[in-house]
């Protein structure tokens, strides 16, 4: 491919929408994008991994990261070209989860070469499916608290402990896992670590969740083994990157807010299938209408600024807190196109099973039900206005003044 250093968009748009339209498989046309891989328990079909390979193999599931590594290596106004064209084309992007979302970018900024090339290409070609080992049993809201331990043990270390809330633990190949390796010191003893989790000592236990599906997990470590060239950064050295990891973890979570579980469709096209519209073709409703349309600007500035906050982050030394404002702001976005999502439906927006309701109403409110969690993992609500609270607004940590 040629290199358009951004000066030539149109000739590269072309080159894209001939390249879409001869390896996208047609039946998949307008199918809602599918979790990623380590959040879905069902096989994909041959028409999915037909696209995975195709996108995987072009780097254009992840189009601005390094080409040597296995990505794009597109500048960032082509990367919005493939990203465009694969809309036009009712096409979704293959490759994703949390290899793509939060433990390739850190990998690239804090791994080693060696790292680098063992991990990265099989993200990017959507190859190997990633957990995070971060939250225990104890140590949620005040995770440097963690105490599951890793001792070295020569030529590996040797972790015991548990996780809880790992998503995708139970379809996962590796995972990314904060562990203690000092007990003598709190936020500088943990160390990062990744390990296979298809091996003995490694026992995952889904949780069953209200919205009826278990991406959650426990998971327990009982002398599991990490190598010694599978620890990124320094020794002790751990919570640094965890910090930049969250930021990639809450600027992707807030990204997340366009599917509704109801066949793709938007909510503008549910209320006029439930709601109907009048002789102008606009939504009959005319209150729930100007919420609509309040929502979609609100969304539409929300991921405006969200692409700006990761553009700038990009150049900081250190992990922004501004993330956190991010987060709050696009789960409440997303909870709240949700509930609208059920509101439209009325009552078939509330069944959980029957032949009364179809396949969308069913998702949709499981849909609504997941969103709950939004505003807990990735760091909870009550958490992100901490850290706005102390590190952004600098004012005074209550809990500290008795």
């Not at 500048?75 to 989860?97: D, L, Q």
């Not at 973890?249 to 807030?254: I, Q, V, Y």
């Not at 990761?310 to 987060?327: C, D, F, Q, V, Y």
């Not at 969690?373 to 760091?379: E, L, N, V, W």
């Amino acid at each position: 491919m040629a290199d358009f250093g951004g000066t030539d968009l149109e000739t590269f748009r072309k080159e894209v929408r001939e390249w879409v339209e001869g390896n996208f498989p047609k039946a998949l046309k307008g199918v809602p994008n599918p979790m990623a891989r380590e959040e879905r328990g069902n096989a994909p079909s041959a028409d999915m991994e037909t696209w995975r390979k195709a996108v995987g193999a072009k780097g254009w599931g992840t189009p601005s990261w390094p080409k040597e590594y296995g990505g794009g290596g597109l500048s960032a106004a082509e990367a919005r070209v493939v990203t465009g064209e694969f809309n036009r084309a009712g096409a979704y992007n293959p490759i994703g989860g949390m290899g793509v979302m939060m433990f390739g970018p850190t990998l690239l900024e804090y791994g080693t070469d060696a790292q680098k090339l063992e991990h990265i290409p099989a993200i990017c070609r959507g190859e190997i499916a990633w957990c995070q080992g971060f939250s225990e049993p104890g140590a949620g809201s005040d995770l440097a608290a963690l105490s599951t331990k890793a001792v070295d043990k020569g030529d590996h270390f040797e972790i015991d402990g548990s996780k809880i809330w790992t998503s995708g633990a139970q379809w996962a190949d590796w995972c990314f896992c904060l562990v203690r390796t000092d007990t003598a010191k709190k936020h500088e003893g943990i160390s990062f670590v990744l390990f296979t989790m298809r091996q003995p000592g490694v026992e995952v236990r889904p949780i069953p969740l209200i919205a009826g599906s278990s991406p959650f997990c426990e998971t327990f470590f009982t002398g599991a083994r990490a190598e010694k060239k599978d620890l990124v950064g320094p020794l002790n050295g751990g919570w640094t990157i965890a910090k930049r990891l969250l930021q990639h973890e809450r600027s992707g979570l807030t990204g997340a807010g366009g599917g509704l579980g109801s066949g793709g469709k938007s909510l503008e096209q549910l209320a006029k299938d439930y709601v109907g519209h009048d002789d102008k073709g606009r939504i009959a409703d005319h209150d729930l209408r100007s919420r609509l349309v309040a929502n979609a600007i609100n969304m539409r500035a929300f991921q405006q600024t969200a692409v700006r906050a990761m553009l700038e982050a990009k150049g900081n030394a250190s992990p922004s807190s501004a993330t956190s404002i991010m987060k709050n702001a696009g789960t409440q976005l997303i909870q709240e196109r949700h509930e609208m999502a059920l509101e439209i439906m009325g009552h078939q927006g509330l069944g959980w099973e029957g032949d009364a309701f179809d396949a969308d109403e069913l998702a949709a409110v499981r849909g609504w039900l997941f969103g709950k969690a939004f505003t807990i993992f990735g760091g909870s609500q009550e958490v992100q206005s901490n850290i706005v609270s102390k590190r952004i607004l600098g004012l005074p940590d209550l809990t500290q003044s008795k």
